[in-house]
């Protein structure tokens, strides 16, 4: 008997008297403790606030999902005995402990399946480092996994491990000068809306491990697909606001990112309505003052701007204003839910039932040669205008990114009390990153005078599946 695949894992009391509690992990469920009677898991003891933290899970690649815990709390939740911080998040792995306060009651995350080793020590500038196998996410060119400086928990980055790649001759050279250009990039980024490079090693096999902070809120795309409703004109504004600082910064710079799009975009923290916004994956990326090949075929095809997208062989230079197109495209998403060419009526008929180079015909005939048409009342004038403004299908009638953040749309914003709260939290958050501090004063105390409170499980999850179902992820869990 399988397990449901949507059953990541169980969250499960660590002590025998507490092993009766077992609340499974489950996509598209939160799990909160504390002390209310709303919590799924209640904790009777007043050092611990009425919801003291969350559990939650975010979708890091197609098969893969990652869980987190957030502290709400003043008196502490700890893991592995180490502070997390009122409204800090940590990755959980299997075997981790969590406790509330108290280290009589102690919890452990189980994920189906998998068991924690840690694999790799490694000595950075930031200290030794811990590399675990707990895959937070893949792709083509890499793995990511989830590292720590004083495992388990004080604090957690993640690793970027590129692929060994069989490539021989010109191909190989031009995939180690791309790593080698990504490295020399990524070194000199420091703004906070993109993404800072902590560390980085390079491996006798010629593979490249890059350190980067640990980003608990998951990729635009995924804030985007787990919403049912359009996002507020307000959250708009901020989040493109972000994009618009960071893309100044780089093509003032005379860095052509080339493959902006939302899911090469991380949302810091989850549970905020204006998050901060972090650009990543430079591998693509330029510097238009070096020589080298200006390749037209590189990057996501949808996202392509229509000089890219012409039937020309010639690799003519292009500029920054590639990249002001993708703004364009992701501004009409977040406005929308939906590329432009999505909306159009013979794109959708037309779309149906064809392969992969079909729908790039589609999408490159509205790249050329398709019109804006953002027909819903509740968008205002300014944000359909920039819009267009971006989606100029002209390289030079396009507005750049300078032009973009000095818009009405974006500069009517910058003086609003909630845009100034949300600016200072995302400065804030930069600055902590820039900082790794190691206080001594985090570390839970070993014991506890106070007598073990009453644990119980108030708002059980309905568990996904059939009674063998059950049984078998009761089964696998208690092995």
Known sequence: MTLNPVVIGAIRGAKKELGHLVVPVI???????????????????????????????????????????????????????????KGNHRALYPGCILTMALPTIPFSFIRMGTDWTETTTMNLTCGQVKISDEMIGSGSQSKVYLVANEFPCRHQFVCRRTRKQKLFGGDR???????????????????????????????????VSMFFPLVCGGSLEVLLKGRNMLLAEQQVQFIMYQLFSGTKYLHGNRII?????????????????YPRIIITDFGLSIQMDKEQLWSHSDGTKSYFAPELAKDDTSCDPFDTKVDCWSLGLILHQLLTRY????????????????DDHGLWKLQRQWILYGQVNINL????????????????????????????????????????????????RMMDSFMMDSSVQMEDDLMMPSKSLLPTPKVSIANPIPFPGDQAQRQAFYMTINQ
């Open 173 to 207: 050279r031009l995939h180690e000068l791309q790593l080698k250009n990504e490295l020399e990039l990524l070194q000199t980024f420091h703004h906070p809306n993109i993404i800072q490079l902590i560390d980085y090693t390079i491996h006798s096999d010629n593979t």
């Open 377 to 424: 009342p509740l968008i205002s004038s300014q944000a359909i205008s920039l819009t267009c403004h971006l989606l100029e299908k002209e390289p030079s009638q396009r507005w750049s990114s300078q032009q973009a953040f000095e818009s009405p749309f974006i500069q009517d914003g910058l003086a609003k009390p909630w845009f100034l709260d949300a600016h200072n």
């Open 339 to 354: 590329l432009p060419f999505e909306l159009d009526a013979e794109y959708k008929q037309e779309s149906i039932n064809v």
């Open 257 to 273: 990112h080339r493959d902006l799009k939302p899911s090469n975009i991380l949302v810091y923290k989850t549970g905020h309505a």
């Open 27 to 85: 996509i598209g469920q939160e799990i909160t403790i504390g002390r209310a009677k709303t919590n799924t898991i209640v904790v009777d003891s007043e050092l611990v606030s009425r919801t003291h933290c969350r559990i939650y899970l975010l979708a890091t690649s197609e098969d893969h999902h990652m869980v987190y815990v957030e502290d709400f709390s003043r008196g502490g939740t700890f893991l592995n005995g180490v502070r997390i911080g």
